[in-house]
């Protein structure tokens, strides 16, 4: 199956303002796709949806061929999820979370082998509380991988990570994917979304304003350059020069 994630006139309204207002998107397997739009633009409740932890009002959603909502529990074997601030307990060690997280899956990934390769096998021991903001950000993509998933949720995926951090966990994605890892990720960091996306969907106010590719976006613009062209998509520039 090609077609990993499907959403049909995906909507969600809360108090009667459309978080999510027909949404459509489809991403093929093995490859990266950036849901972008400004801070509330409606990015969270789009994936939340189609994770099935928020039902939608209306519109269709398939994940891996199946129905969010009713095959959760094989979906959870299958999908990996970055959770921001997640609540984990603060005196329990990394290697601990690990363990316990791989415990939760039939067929797991080595922990200690990621922890390496993401660089914080040297925290194995230490307790949640006492990582840097970077550790932790890479610890909960790890988690989010420990499944072996088939596809992957990222949500500000590199956010609090230094730059070698950064450069670090596009390569492994970028080889995850040439693995056939599908990955769906929010940034708002452009020069990760021109690195790492195949396709591109910007949501303004809950809305589609942007579907295609980095290059595509930039060519219907005015712009040359990718962030440019996304502040004029999500009118963030205009709202950056009147603060001036
Ligand atoms: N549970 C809720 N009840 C009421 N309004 C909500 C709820 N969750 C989200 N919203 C509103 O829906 C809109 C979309 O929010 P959402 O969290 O999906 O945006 P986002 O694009 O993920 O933002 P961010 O980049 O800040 O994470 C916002 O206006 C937000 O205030």
């Known amino acids: 199956m090609n077609e990993v994630i499907k959403a049909e006139k ?3 309204t809360y108090n009667k303002t459309p978080a999510a207002d027909n949404i459509s998107l489809s991403v093929k397997r093995g490859t990266v796709f950036g849901l972008l739009g400004a801070n509330g633009a409606g990015k969270s409740t ?3 949806c189609i994770l099935g932890t928020k039902t ?6 398939s994940i891996l061929g199946m129905n969010p909502q009713t095959s959760r529990k094989q979906l959870f074997q299958k999908v990996g999820v970055q959770f921001q601030d997640a609540a984990y307990q603060d005196n329990i060690t990394v290697s601990e979370l690990c363990e316990v997280t791989a415990s939760l899956y039939q067929d797991s990934a080595d922990p200690d082998k990621l922890l390496q390769k993401f660089g914080i096998s040297g925290k194995a021991k230490s307790q949640i509380k006492d ?3 970077g550790e932790r950000q890479r610890l909960f993509i790890i988690l989010a991988l420990i499944p072996n998933p088939e596809v992957v949720f990222l949500d500000e995926l590199t956010t609090g990570l230094d730059a070698r951090a950064r450069r670090q966990v596009w390569n492994i994605l970028s080889s995850l994917k040439e693995h056939g890892l599908t990955i769906f990720l929010t940034s708002h ?3 990760e979304i021109e690195n790492l996306c195949d ?3 910007i949501l303004k106010k809950g809305n589609i304003i942007f579907y295609g590719t980095v290059a595509e976006a930039v060519a219907s613009s005015p712009y040359e350059h990718f962030e440019d062209a996304y502040l004029w998509y999500t009118d963030e520039e205009e709202l950056i020069d009147e603060n001036f």
């Open 10 to 12: 995906l909507c969600k």
């Open 46 to 48: 789009t994936i939340e």
């Open 56 to 61: 939608s009002d209306s519109g269709t959603i």
């Open 131 to 133: 990582l840097s903001g």
């Open 189 to 191: 960091f452009m020069d």
């Open 199 to 201: 396709c591109i969907c």
